[in-house]
Protein backbone atom coordinates (compact mmCIF):
# COMPACT_ATOMS: atom_id res chain seq x y z
CA UNK A 1 0.00 0.00 0.00
CA UNK A 2 1.34 3.22 -1.16
CA UNK A 3 0.20 6.05 1.33
CA UNK A 4 2.25 9.34 0.82
CA UNK A 5 4.91 10.36 -1.99
CA UNK A 6 7.28 12.97 -1.46
CA UNK A 7 9.93 13.84 -4.30
CA UNK A 8 10.07 16.09 -6.99
CA UNK A 9 7.52 17.31 -9.74
CA UNK A 10 8.13 15.58 -13.09
CA UNK A 11 5.33 17.72 -15.05
CA UNK A 12 1.51 18.45 -14.35
CA UNK A 13 -1.60 17.59 -16.55
CA UNK A 14 -4.81 18.31 -16.85
CA UNK A 15 -6.20 15.64 -14.48
CA UNK A 16 -2.76 13.48 -12.84
CA UNK A 17 0.95 14.96 -12.16
CA UNK A 18 4.25 12.72 -12.29
CA UNK A 19 5.87 12.70 -9.28
CA UNK A 20 9.56 11.63 -9.36
CA UNK A 21 10.61 9.62 -5.77
CA UNK A 22 13.75 8.58 -5.45
CA UNK A 23 14.33 8.11 -10.12
CA UNK A 24 11.11 6.48 -9.90
CA UNK A 25 7.69 8.11 -11.32
CA UNK A 26 5.11 8.02 -10.03
CA UNK A 27 1.72 8.89 -11.68
CA UNK A 28 -1.00 10.23 -9.48
CA UNK A 29 -4.70 11.69 -10.38
CA UNK A 30 -5.80 14.60 -8.66
CA UNK A 31 -8.40 17.03 -8.08
CA UNK A 32 -8.83 20.49 -9.83
CA UNK A 33 -7.70 22.18 -6.35
CA UNK A 34 -4.87 19.79 -5.80
CA UNK A 35 -3.52 20.83 -9.08
CA UNK A 36 -3.98 24.31 -8.38
CA UNK A 37 -1.43 23.77 -5.79
CA UNK A 38 1.40 21.53 -7.48
CA UNK A 39 4.45 23.85 -7.67
CA UNK A 40 6.52 24.37 -10.74
CA UNK A 41 8.12 21.75 -12.52
CA UNK A 42 11.31 20.55 -10.13
CA UNK A 43 9.85 21.56 -7.11
CA UNK A 44 9.33 19.43 -4.19
CA UNK A 45 5.58 18.21 -3.69
CA UNK A 46 4.32 15.53 -1.22
CA UNK A 47 1.13 13.64 -1.01
CA UNK A 48 -1.07 11.42 0.55
CA UNK A 49 -2.10 9.00 -1.71
CA UNK A 50 -4.84 5.83 -1.99
CA UNK A 51 -3.82 2.98 -4.43
CA UNK A 52 -6.39 1.66 -6.68
CA UNK A 53 -5.69 -1.81 -7.37
CA UNK A 54 -8.16 -3.99 -10.26
CA UNK A 55 -7.45 -6.87 -11.97
CA UNK A 56 -6.13 -5.39 -15.02
CA UNK A 57 -5.32 -1.37 -13.61
CA UNK A 58 -3.32 0.28 -10.84
CA UNK A 59 -4.17 3.62 -10.66
CA UNK A 60 -2.53 6.31 -7.89
CA UNK A 61 -4.70 9.43 -6.52
CA UNK A 62 -3.21 12.10 -4.40
CA UNK A 63 -4.63 14.46 -1.54
CA UNK A 64 -3.03 17.02 0.52
CA UNK A 65 -4.40 16.43 3.47
CA UNK A 66 -5.76 12.97 5.29
CA UNK A 67 -9.10 14.32 5.60
CA UNK A 68 -9.26 14.47 1.62
CA UNK A 69 -7.97 11.06 0.87
CA UNK A 70 -10.91 10.30 3.54
CA UNK A 71 -13.53 12.09 2.14
CA UNK A 72 -12.84 10.51 -1.00
CA UNK A 73 -12.59 6.86 0.20
CA UNK A 74 -16.24 7.68 1.83
CA UNK A 75 -17.43 8.87 -1.71
CA UNK A 76 -16.00 5.62 -3.43
CA UNK A 77 -18.15 3.83 -1.16
CA UNK A 78 -21.32 5.17 -2.21
CA UNK A 79 -22.89 2.60 -5.38
CA UNK A 80 -22.09 4.74 -8.75
CA UNK A 81 -18.94 6.88 -7.52
CA UNK A 82 -15.61 5.97 -9.01
CA UNK A 83 -12.79 7.15 -7.94
CA UNK A 84 -12.77 10.18 -10.65
CA UNK A 85 -16.03 11.03 -9.90
CA UNK A 86 -14.91 11.25 -6.27
CA UNK A 87 -12.06 13.21 -7.36
CA UNK A 88 -14.79 15.53 -9.23
CA UNK A 89 -16.56 16.26 -5.69
CA UNK A 90 -13.46 16.76 -4.07
CA UNK A 91 -12.20 19.58 -6.19
CA UNK A 92 -16.01 21.34 -6.69
CA UNK A 93 -16.28 21.62 -3.03
CA UNK A 94 -13.09 20.71 -1.31
CA UNK A 95 -13.12 19.24 2.11
CA UNK A 96 -14.95 21.66 4.26
CA UNK A 97 -17.45 22.15 1.20
CA UNK A 98 -18.55 18.64 1.02
CA UNK A 99 -18.61 18.10 5.26
CA UNK A 100 -20.71 21.33 4.99
CA UNK A 101 -23.35 19.74 2.25
CA UNK A 102 -23.55 16.59 3.59
CA UNK A 103 -24.47 17.93 7.08
CA UNK A 104 -26.51 19.95 5.77
CA UNK A 105 -28.06 17.35 3.36
CA UNK A 106 -27.44 20.01 0.20
CA UNK A 107 -27.96 17.37 -2.55
CA UNK A 108 -27.62 20.66 -5.30
CA UNK A 109 -24.16 21.52 -3.80
CA UNK A 110 -22.80 18.19 -4.66
CA UNK A 111 -24.42 17.77 -8.12
CA UNK A 112 -22.66 21.09 -8.86
CA UNK A 113 -19.50 18.40 -9.58
CA UNK A 114 -19.09 17.64 -12.67
CA UNK A 115 -20.25 14.20 -13.95
CA UNK A 116 -22.63 14.12 -10.33
CA UNK A 117 -26.39 14.11 -11.64
CA UNK A 118 -29.47 14.61 -8.87
CA UNK A 119 -29.98 11.28 -8.46
CA UNK A 120 -26.29 10.13 -7.29
CA UNK A 121 -25.85 13.62 -5.50
CA UNK A 122 -28.78 12.47 -3.34
CA UNK A 123 -27.27 8.81 -2.88
CA UNK A 124 -24.34 10.67 -1.45
CA UNK A 125 -26.25 12.17 0.94
CA UNK A 126 -28.43 9.91 2.19
CA UNK A 127 -25.56 7.42 2.29
CA UNK A 128 -22.47 9.78 3.93
CA UNK A 129 -24.58 11.96 5.90
CA UNK A 130 -24.41 9.79 9.20
CA UNK A 131 -20.91 9.06 8.32
CA UNK A 132 -19.47 12.59 8.07
CA UNK A 133 -19.02 13.73 11.54
CA UNK A 134 -16.15 11.23 11.79
CA UNK A 135 -13.90 12.54 9.08
CA UNK A 136 -14.73 16.23 9.69
CA UNK A 137 -13.76 15.90 13.14
CA UNK A 138 -10.55 14.11 11.24
CA UNK A 139 -9.99 17.41 9.83
CA UNK A 140 -8.36 19.19 13.01
CA UNK A 141 -5.12 17.15 12.15
CA UNK A 142 -6.35 15.97 8.09
CA UNK A 143 -6.28 19.68 7.66
CA UNK A 144 -2.37 20.21 7.54
CA UNK A 145 -0.84 19.15 4.21
CA UNK A 146 2.31 16.32 4.44
CA UNK A 147 6.06 17.94 5.10
CA UNK A 148 7.99 18.42 1.48
CA UNK A 149 11.67 18.18 1.17
CA UNK A 150 13.89 21.54 1.30
CA UNK A 151 14.25 23.18 -2.37
CA UNK A 152 17.99 21.82 -3.68
CA UNK A 153 20.18 24.83 -4.51
CA UNK A 154 18.85 26.82 -7.68
CA UNK A 155 15.30 24.35 -7.96
CA UNK A 156 12.33 26.58 -7.57
CA UNK A 157 11.02 26.66 -4.34
CA UNK A 158 6.99 25.09 -3.76
CA UNK A 159 4.83 27.68 -5.06
CA UNK A 160 1.62 27.37 -3.44
CA UNK A 161 -1.77 29.33 -2.92
CA UNK A 162 -2.79 29.01 0.63
CA UNK A 163 -6.34 26.91 0.68
CA UNK A 164 -8.94 29.21 1.69
CA UNK A 165 -10.79 26.13 3.32
CA UNK A 166 -7.99 24.95 5.58
CA UNK A 167 -8.28 26.94 8.17
CA UNK A 168 -11.94 26.82 8.24
CA UNK A 169 -11.61 23.18 8.29
CA UNK A 170 -9.71 23.03 11.12
CA UNK A 171 -12.42 25.40 12.92
CA UNK A 172 -15.18 23.05 11.56
CA UNK A 173 -13.14 19.81 12.97
CA UNK A 174 -12.65 21.85 15.94
CA UNK A 175 -15.98 23.41 16.90
CA UNK A 176 -17.19 20.06 16.26
CA UNK A 177 -15.35 18.18 18.26
CA UNK A 178 -15.79 20.65 21.18
CA UNK A 179 -19.75 20.27 20.36
CA UNK A 180 -19.46 16.33 20.72
CA UNK A 181 -17.38 16.66 24.25
CA UNK A 182 -20.62 18.88 25.18
CA UNK A 183 -22.91 15.89 24.83
CA UNK A 184 -24.30 16.78 21.55
CA UNK A 185 -25.10 14.46 19.34
CA UNK A 186 -22.52 14.26 15.89
CA UNK A 187 -25.27 14.79 13.38
CA UNK A 188 -26.88 17.67 15.32
CA UNK A 189 -23.96 19.18 16.26
CA UNK A 190 -22.13 18.93 12.51
CA UNK A 191 -25.70 20.26 10.93
CA UNK A 192 -25.23 23.20 13.44
CA UNK A 193 -21.67 24.07 12.74
CA UNK A 194 -22.31 23.67 9.22
CA UNK A 195 -24.65 26.38 9.28
CA UNK A 196 -22.99 28.97 10.92
CA UNK A 197 -19.84 28.20 8.86
CA UNK A 198 -22.36 28.80 5.92
CA UNK A 199 -23.01 32.07 6.85
CA UNK A 200 -19.14 32.92 6.77
CA UNK A 201 -16.94 32.78 10.62
CA UNK A 202 -14.36 30.47 10.41
CA UNK A 203 -12.83 30.96 14.16
CA UNK A 204 -13.49 28.65 16.12
CA UNK A 205 -14.96 30.33 19.76
CA UNK A 206 -17.40 31.78 17.33
CA UNK A 207 -18.36 28.41 14.87
CA UNK A 208 -18.99 27.44 18.90
CA UNK A 209 -21.21 30.31 20.34
CA UNK A 210 -23.38 30.57 16.99
CA UNK A 211 -23.67 26.43 17.34
CA UNK A 212 -24.52 26.31 20.54
CA UNK A 213 -27.06 29.05 19.97
CA UNK A 214 -28.81 27.56 16.75
CA UNK A 215 -28.70 24.06 19.28
CA UNK A 216 -30.16 25.91 22.36
CA UNK A 217 -33.67 24.56 23.01
CA UNK A 218 -36.71 26.80 21.01
CA UNK A 219 -38.67 28.37 23.36
Given at each position: ????????????????????????????????????????PGGPVALYTEL????????????????????????????????????????????????????????????????????????????LKAKSPGVIAL?????????????????????????????????????????????????????????????????????????????????
Amino acid sequence: MIGKLTGRLDYRALDHVLIDVGGVGYLVYCSDRTLARMPPPGGPVALYTELLVREDLLQLFGFLTLAEREWHRLLVSVQGVGAKAALSVLGALGADGLSRALALGDAAAIKAAPGVGPKLAQRIVLELKAKSPGVIALGAAGARAPSTPAPEPGAPALVAPPAPDEASAVATAEALSALVNLGYAPGEAAAAVAEVAAEGPTETPTLIRAALKRLAPKA
